[in-house]
């Protein structure tokens, strides 16, 4: 499928950039990238071919946008996303919604107001070792769940080595870095599979010698409404990078390397261990699908129902109970 919407980007980092390819592999020829850095500009004049602006009033009053991409730090997202939505400019909001809740809510009835396509990104939704395990709860295969345990950590200067790690919003926290707003994908994808949580513990520290002024290092505990117990391990520092996931249920266990896309469970029933392998996975297609199905919504004139506002608020808000938690 070629889409001929017009797609603004605000922001031209590595996650930015990322997008950009995508587009153009989707077959988007009209695409405008907004960066305050000129240097950024120019290089992706030189790169791809798109025409790029200095600030985004300038780009919006240049053409009519069919969406805007916010590919800004964190705490500019609700900004940024503000403006497009006053234009009625559907918006596609990198994860996080937000580095806090402030303007989160009056955003929000604004889209609903307006019926405005909107779409938070967390390509994890489109994992499709995920979404086989979601099947796989929902058809009971373990029976009820009792806890879950997941798992990310990938040493900062290793994201992109290409830069210098203490430059990024990653290692700012005024920016909205930090470990638990920078991989709030593994709370978005137990929310999606486990429903609402009631409590949120926590532990997220600063503990390694990293030039960041954010947390490095975080341990979160969970209850669901639903009775589960969960736990997410995440950090900055390991040399080796792990993403992970493990369910434990009244019939059996999963275990998921979510870096690899296998899958293996146990069943109580005949104690065997059975692997279910994603031929030819390819992690960096989940942010290909993630786009295709926000472009999808648009052609349709449907609103999104994969990674809503409204499940980036509470998102959110669980990650962000989980910072007040670890200070009490």
């Not at 137990?190 to 997220?204: R, T």
């Not at 472009?295 to 998102?315: F, Q």
Request: with cysteine.
């Amino acid at each position: 499928m070629i889409f001929n919407q017009k797609i603004l980007i605000t922001g031209g980092g590595s996650i930015g950039q990322r997008h950009l390819r995508n587009l153009i592999t989707l077959g988007v020829k009209d695409i405008g990238v907004v960066d305050i850095k000129k240097d950024k500009c120019l290089k992706m004049e030189r790169l791809y071919k798109v025409r790029t602006y200095a600030d985004f009033e300038t780009a919006v009053e240049d053409k009519k946008w069919s969406a805007v991409f916010v590919c800004t730090p964190p705490a500019s997202h609700i900004l940024i996303a503000a403006r497009a939505v006053r234009r009625n400019i559907p918006v596609f909001i990198e994860k996080p919604l937000a580095h806090d809740l402030k303007g989160v809510k009056k955003l929000a009835r604004a889209i609903k107001a307006r019926k405005i396509a909107a779409m938070v990104g967390c390509n994890l939704r489109f994992h499709p070792a995920l979404k086989k395990i979601a099947v796989m709860l929902e058809k009971k295969v373990l029976g009820k769940v009792w806890g879950v345990r997941a798992e990310f950590g990938q040493y900062l200067p290793d994201w992109h080595p290409w830069e210098d790690y203490r430059k990024g919003y990653s290692a700012q926290k005024k920016m909205g870095g930090g470990i638990l707003l920078d991989a709030i994908h593994e709370i978005d994808y137990l929310y999606w599979m486990f429903g609402d949580i009631a409590k949120v513990k926590a532990m997220a520290e600063k503990i390694s010698d990293l030039e960041i002024d954010s947390e490095d290092y975080a341990e979160i505990v969970l209850k669901f409404k639903n009775g589960a117990i969960g736990a997410i391990h995440l950090d900055y520092l390991q040399r080796a990078a792990s993403r992970s996931l493990k369910i434990i249920g009244e019939k059996g266990t999963i275990n998921a390397n979510l870096r690899s896309g296998e899958i293996k469970y146990f069943l109580a029933d005949d104690k065997k261990w059975r692997i279910k392998k994603i031929k030819h996975f390819d992690y960096g297609k989940t942010y290909i699908d993630e786009i295709k199905y926000f472009l999808d919504c648009m052609a349709r004139n449907k609103m999104p129902e994969i990674s809503t506002i409204g499940d980036a608020e509470r998102v959110l808000e669980i990650a962000l109970l989980a910072k007040k938690s670890s200070k009490l």
